[in-house]
């Protein structure tokens, strides 16, 4: 359903929950990776006073909509700055939009303000500003410490960069973190082994870890398709899944999500927000939020985007009610991601079922038997060997409205 006006979230019960969180899309990027399937965009020139104007009236849509503590609503919890490569948007945008999310909602105390960075010179020298306006946990895009590995994913930086730009990060925020890509073609356990135990040893409190997938319509899809890239077949891709969690495990930062890793306390609090299926909001081109029990989406193209902030105010393109089981549905993909689990019974009362309508007991009998699946009482988790099987369980364990 397209929407150029909106229900009030204030016509909606304002349920005592977790404060609010607000996603910010800055969709540009300097180049676009060869892996890369996200919303991201190569511009030769971007109008910055445009896209600040533009995004204030996105986040006052929303505040319209959702009402902040002071008319009964929440504060804000978290705000993520997501791209694209948001490190290119001028830190006087970052900051405005700081002081209108706080003029809008409220903070919480202890307001987590992350911002995704790319290692380069230029990026890293804008650091201290950045922090400056508000931000204090940056996640890098460091993505290998290898320089062949990164001109194959078609970074901009060298090693060297990347770790100079870490050394910067970690004077200037208050929490740091970076992405890694492993399970790279031609890549080794050995190799891997040695990577992540540098990595490990910069010491943040934060790592994201992803293997290489390959993902339809990027270039390395038609590299792949044509064979000229072969990554690890799954046999090898689960030695180093494996090998990962038992590394940052060793280490003092255990998985939380299936790709995440912290140490105790130093989990992304955004994150979390998506997988505990709490509220979000989502601000910028291609954005999606769920407020108020409705799916809300963004004009994705940025000049579409654009175009819809100068014609409506805001950049909705689809603002739809969600079914009660497609909300619990979407509540339990999210929620077996994290080492802790999901609550079946508060997934049952989203999704107005039982929990045997939720989920095949039956078949988390089975996983339970076999190791992969630990269910306590109402408390349902994925172990440590069935997290690696994850794709695969995911459809067994959850009844979609086909299956009902």
């Keep these: 359903m397209s929407s150029s006006a909106s229900t009030p979230a ?69 705000i ?68 062949e590995a990164l001109k194959f994913l078609g970074r901009a930086h060298d090693v060297n960069e990347g770790l100079a730009a870490l050394e910067t990060a970690q004077a200037a925020f208050a929490r740091v973190s970076f992405d890694l890509i492993y399970a790279r073609p031609g890549q080794t356990l050995v190799a891997w082994d040695k990577e992540l135990a540098r990595a490990i040893g910069f010491g943040t409190e934060h790592l994201s870890l992803y293997q290489l997938t390959i993902e339809p319509g990027t270039r390395f899809a038609t590299e792949a398709a044509a064979g000229r890239i072969v990554i690890p077949d799954g046999d090898s891709a689960a030695d180093l899944f494996e090998a990962t969690r038992a590394a940052t495990a060793s280490a003092g930062l255990p998985a939380y999500e299936i790709s995440n890793h912290a140490k105790r306390g130093s989990e992304s609090r955004h994150n979390l927000v998506y997988w505990r299926y709490q509220e979000y909001l989502g601000i910028g081109p291609g954005a999606h939020g769920r ?8 004009r994705k193209k940025p000049e579409n985007w654009m ?78 060997a069935g997290m690696i099987l994850l794709d695969a369980i995911l459809p067994i364990v959850v009844r979609t409205p086909e299956t009902v």
Aim: aromatic letters at 4%; proline letters at 5%.
């Design 80 to 147: 993520f700055f997501g791209g694209g490569t948001p490190s290119l948007m001028p830190p006087e945008t970052t900051a405005a939009i700081i002081r209108a999310a706080e003029d809008a909602w409220g903070f919480t105390d202890d307001i987590e303000i992350t911002l995704e960075a790319n290692p380069s010179s230029v990026e890293a020298a804008r650091f201290a500003d950045i922090a400056a306006a508000g931000v204090n946990r940056v996640s890098l895009g460091l993505q290998a410490l290898d320089d």
């Design 291 to 298: 407020r108020g029990g409705l799916a809300t989406v963004r």
């Design 10 to 78: 204030a016509n909606l019960p304002v349920r005592a929950a977790a404060p609010l969180a607000l996603y910010v899309h800055w969709p540009f990027c300097v180049s676009k990776c060869p892996y890369c399937d996200f919303n991201s965009h190569v511009r030769e020139s971007v109008d910055q006073s445009a896209w600040r104007a533009g995004l204030l009236a996105d986040l006052a849509h929303e505040a319209a909509l959702m009402p902040g503590h002071e008319r009964g609503g929440r504060k804000l919890g978290s």
């Design 307 to 384: 175009a819809a902030i100068e014609r409506n105010g805001h950049g909705l393109e689809v603002e739809e009610p969600l079914a009660p089981h497609t909300r619990a549905t979407e509540a339990l993909l999210m929620g077996l991601r994290l080492r802790e689990g999901v609550d079946l019974a508060r997934i049952a009362r989203l999704g107005e079922t039982t929990i045997a309508g939720l989920v095949d007991l039956p078949a988390i009998a089975r996983l339970e038997d076999q190791g992969l699946a630990c269910r306590d009482d109402d408390r349902l988790s994925i172990t440590e």
